[in-house]
């Protein structure tokens, strides 16, 4: 089993829509835990941080639930500038150290 | 800020080459971590280091890779003899020990091994 799972898509939606992604991670020890995004051909770039309290940043909603091991990302107002592949990372503590195991990706196409 | 600098861009070489792939991470950070990229695979976590020295190698797929890290602003990713399967798009990140939260990617060296 992968340490962090999710479905790669590609989600195709319209502008405007509401998107949801899911993330599932294997190592229940687990503390911290990110989205990146990344665009076509350039490096991962941190979106936002998923704390125990979920968090929000504009149309960017972030939540966590330990029991089932899963984070979530949702995008409401989808923009066309939002198309990108968004990456679930997991910080699975080991010795203290940073060490952040990315999941593939699920990539997101937003269209007129 | 410089951000995290990459050399070489681009890289074609033929398969048994050796090929070195180097990075400068951000002044002032303590980590830094060597990532492959490809389709198949994802984002693959190689190598990283915490202040100069090698803490989890365990992500290096062979004796055929080999990463150092002499100072705090270089560092250097080695393939020798380079294989065809080794062609895929290398990352280098830093950041800073605490928080463990923001890793800062370098632009990626694109390798392709012919």
């Known amino acids: 089993r992968k340490e962090v799972e999710q479905d790669p898509g590609p989600f195709n939606v319209p502008e405007g829509a509401t998107v949801a992604f899911n993330c599932t991670y294997s190592?229940?020890?687990?503390?911290?835990f990110f989205w990146y995004r990344q665009d076509c051909r350039k490096e991962p770039k941190l979106l936002m941080s998923?704390?125990?309290s979920g968090n929000e940043d504009g149309r960017f909603t972030a939540q966590l639930n330990r029991a089932s091991q899963y984070i979530s990302l949702l995008i409401r107002d989808s923009k066309l500038s939002d198309s990108a592949t968004y990456l679930c990372?997991?910080?699975?503590?080991?010795?203290?150290?940073?060490?952040?195991?990315f999941g593939a990706g699920t990539r997101l196409a937003v269209h007129p | 800020d410089a951000g995290v600098i990459q050399s070489p861009r681009h890289e074609v070489t033929e398969m048994g080459q050796e090929v070195t792939l180097r990075c400068k991470p951000i002044?002032?950070?303590?980590?830094l971590f060597w990532y492959r990229q490809t389709m198949m695979r994802g984002l693959e976590l190689l190598i990283y280091?915490?202040?100069?020295?090698?803490?989890?190698d365990s992500g290096m797929p062979e004796d055929r890779f080999s990463a150092k890290m002499p100072n705090a602003s270089f560092s250097t990713l080695k393939i020798q003899p380079s294989e065809p399967r080794d062609s895929a798009v290398y990352f280098c990140?830093?950041?800073?020990?605490?928080?463990?939260?923001?890793?800062?990617f370098g632009s990626g060296t694109q390798l392709s091994v012919l």
């Open positions: 990140a830093s950041s800073r020990d605490r928080p463990p939260e923001k890793l800062f």
């Open positions: 190592n229940s020890a687990s503390q911290s």
């Open positions: 002044s002032g950070h303590n980590s």
């Open positions: 990372v997991v910080n699975p503590i080991s010795g203290g150290y940073n060490k952040l195991i």
């Open positions: 998923v704390y125990s």
């Open positions: 280091f915490n202040n100069n020295v090698p803490i989890d």
